[in-house]
């Protein structure tokens, strides 16, 4: 009995060796990375296996003579014998498919898309991009594209402009759920920062209205980010993995850790993700510029503010900051039609100085002793279940079900008075959506779905005495009574491939959209009126067509219209102090329309080049924009201790906005890539007014080398000026943020940079990423930006997967 237990023992261990002497290793030719997913079967399909993260697959169960065939979508096809494979150590390389970037498909209409079936400009970020590109938060990932332009009025900032559009007419989408809420401001805003860029996947950028799809809110484009998902294991054994990242920053001495952690199971995943950074103040650079200095400083010395003078005039004095961000996923995939997907987002910053209002000054002197953001805090839970199960009504079903709890403040005291204003603003956000995919034959599909939004904000005031601590009553940013703000939506949408070279898609959606605020306090201001109330419907519509021409032509053509319509941020905020002018609310807000028209040309020179050429034309009608405006009948008010001059949001009566992007691709000697990119926008209101959120002439070129394991890019990006003419009013009354032009007003200067990023990966289990931004230390303002850009910047990352 011994015996033949000793001898089962045996057997069973030759036959585990054998098993794992048969182990095979799918690995990328060039990056020599393990490549997951990788399906692998006989001729006859009646064997198949599939290989895990590390690349691995199990092949004892085909024969040593067996034709074994690999496939993936990435790669190109290949077949070996087991024998073939013996040979090669149980090592075989796959290739890139040359055909890659035309199969893969995007979600511009919720659900997923061919690319060359898409007449919308679109721009896609991969997870491989982002971590070469190594971006501090998520304004710079989209600043990284070379095609959103990004302000940032202090460190802790960031507001992209895309088209002329900006804040409240650009719609930010994470995980299928829009961000944006009813305080999103026409002013600048911070709120992409809240995402963490460590945790994005992939990131999709449609240009010109999406409102089809989207909503209120999606002007100028739609800025849709995929965050890390869940991986389930193949087997029905549990797979863990998971990546762990540093990073220095030299010109704001920034540290960065970041770990996330998968674990699958068959059914089940779970995902968890940390992230935290911190920021000191940054350092400009030190050439070009002087007026952009930080020559004094307010600092309290015995409870005193005191003005010091800058050691290091090229510091920015109180712009650090920091945040941490908290993601955990939860999934469960039922069975093979039905899959539910539990997201939870946590993010906080710390307070943020609010940079371009503490180096104000009145008369010879500093104007403010503080000026800060107290911790923006964002939160979401948020449902998703997909279904799909052919039949009358749809082939695919995905409800979205989401709520985001959101808390803003500002800080504000003037320079050596002991009050403190405070307001804080807290908001909390339910969306509803529900949508659906049908094909009836290859050639069409129909996609519809309805949209439920609803805000509820709450905002409060005080005065707090820094010396003796005493509270006393002060205004509210918002109406302090009810504040509530809703949508509803259905909207339909038709794709139908007329002929392998067209394309034709078309859409068009109902909405309804209500904003009611309640002042009940009237003790600072006394308004004509005790509630605004605003309600608007709306229907827009798309239709594209897509033209697949021979020799690798392509030719798009789309006409869309989106709108705003009011939040309680435009017809509600009692008052928005700005340098000598206030912004005071008017209930006869309407909303605002877009119709657009964009033409699309490509062109491709097989594997060696490709360019693109894409020109919009915006007519905006009942355009929101500042302007002059009158309380209870005067131009002027006195307010917070001076006299302001009266503005609000009002509908003008047509604005117009055109431009261009172009691109350039060539593919030389293998291993070498030289890309280039530009983008041109003009825009002005009917009384010839340049808009506030039109960016300047602004692009990239760059020259990328890839082999093996190594990466390396240089690359110079640049920005044409902005003279004092083609300044919007609302810029040209900030002087303290521009360099002066020669006739002593305000303006925004060209610049340029130049940069280098090199990526090394290590083996099967890390990456080192080095850079140097700003090489040559020139000193920078972004147009319509308060903080000055990063001097010249060394970076240090080290990346760590298991």
Known sequence: MLIKRILTIIISLLFSMYA?????????????????????YNALKTKSALSDKKGEVNLSEFLIDEIIYFQHPSYTNLFLSKKQLKENNWVVYLEKSVVELE?????????????????????????????????????????????????????????????????NSVLLVVDGVRMNNAIYREGNLQNVISLDANTIESSEIIFGPGSVTYGSDALGGVMDFHTLSVKLSASEEKQISGNAFTRYSSANNEKTGHVDLNLGYRKWGFLSSLSYSD?????MGSHHNDEYKRLEYVEQVNGIDSVFKNNDPNTQVESGYNQINFMQK????????????????????????????????????????????????????????????????????????SYQDYEESRHDRKYRNENLRERTEKVKAYTFNLDFDKGFKSENQIFYGLEAVYNSVNSTGRNKNITTGEISPESTRYPDGDNDYTTLAAYIGYKDNLSKNITFISGVR?????????????????????????????LNGSLGFVFRLPKQWQFNVNVSSGFHAPNIDDIAKVFDSEPGNVVVPNENLKPEYAYNADLGIQKEFGKVAKIQLTGFYTYLTKAFVRRDYTFNGQDSIMYDGEMSKVLAIVNADEAFIY??????????????KLSSIINYTKGQDQDKIPLRHVSPLFGSTRLTYTHKRI???????????????????????????????SNGDPYAPAWFTFNTMVSYRIKDFGTINLGVQNIFDNRYRPYSSGIVAPGRNFIVGLRANF
């Open 20 to 40: 794992f002497g048969q182990k095979l290793i799918i690995k990328d030719s060039d990056s020599k990375m393990p490549i997951a997913d990788v399906a692998i």
């Open 659 to 672: 431009g261009c992007n172009a691109a350039v691709e060539l593919n030389f000697l293998s291993d070498f």
């Open 279 to 283: 920021y000191d103040d940054l350092k």
């Open 711 to 741: 990466k390396a890019s240089v690359f110079a990006d640049y920005n044409g000026e902005i003279s004092y003419n083609n300044l919007a009013p609302s810029e040209q009354d900030k002087p303290y943020m521009y360099a002066t032009d």
């Open 330 to 401: 939860v999934r469960f995939k039922a069975t093979n039609n039905l899959d539910f997907n539990y997201a939870f987002h946590y993010s906080k910053l710390s307070d943020v100085p609010r940079y371009d209002r503490l180096i104000q000054y009145k008369g010879e002197a500093l104007k403010y002793g503080e000026w800060y953001y107290g911790p923006q805090k964002w939160m979401m839970h948020s449902l998703n279940v997909s279904y799909n199960n052919q039949n009358l009504l749809f082939d695919k079903l995905r409800l979205n079900i």
């Open 103 to 167: 199969e893969f498909v995007i979600s511009a209409y919720r659900w997923e898309q061919n690319v060359k079936e898409i007449p919308n400009k679109i721009t896609r970020l991969t997870r491989k991009e982002i971590i070469f590109n190594n971006p501090q938060t998520a304004a710079d990932l989209l600043s990284n594209t070379n095609e959103v332009f990004v302000q940032k009025s202090q460190l802790g900032g960031g507001s992209p402009m895309i088209r002329g559009f900006s804040t």
């Open 510 to 538: 109902a909405n309804y959209v209500s904003s009611y605020s309640t002042l009940e306090d009237t003790t600072f201001f006394n308004f004509p009126y005790d509630n605004i109330s605003v309600e608007n419907s709306s």
